[in-house]
Nanobody, 118 residues
């Protein structure tokens, strides 16, 4: 069973930064990549960013692209999401996920809360 362990969420002031981490406990060669999604109260879960394990191809949502960097450490089976210039509207539960070649989520982590205060 896939286990994704997330960390790094918390409370931060607007304009601040956070780095989220997600470690995949049983990554295999068939896993295409990992990504981050988020869900705010009353809203549907939305895509944030993703990265492929092999060549590090990345994809970002337009709403975060200029402020966010996703990276990976293959040796640690860990993906990072660095978010800068955080806005109140970035407040959400952030979920790590295994993603397929079309960047769709396949398996989910438990989620980590990110709260941005004004």
């Amino acid at each position: 069973q896939v286990q994704l362990v997330e960390s790094g969420g918390g409370l931060v002031q607007a304009g601040g930064s956070l780095r989220l981490s997600c470690t995949h406990s049983r990554r295999t060669l068939s896993n295409y990549g990992m990504g981050w999604f988020r869900q705010s109260p009353g809203k549907e879960r939305e895509f944030v960013a993703a990265i492929s394990w092999s060549i590090g191809s990345t994809r970002y949502a337009d709403s975060v692209k200029a402020r966010t960097t996703i990276s990976r450490d293959n040796a640690k089976n860990t993906v990072y999401l660095q978010m800068n210039s955080l806005k109140v509207e970035d407040t959400a539960v952030y979920y790590c996920a295994v993603v397929t070649r079309n960047w769709a989520a396949d398996s989910w982590g438990q989620g980590t809360q990110v709260t941005v205060s004004s």
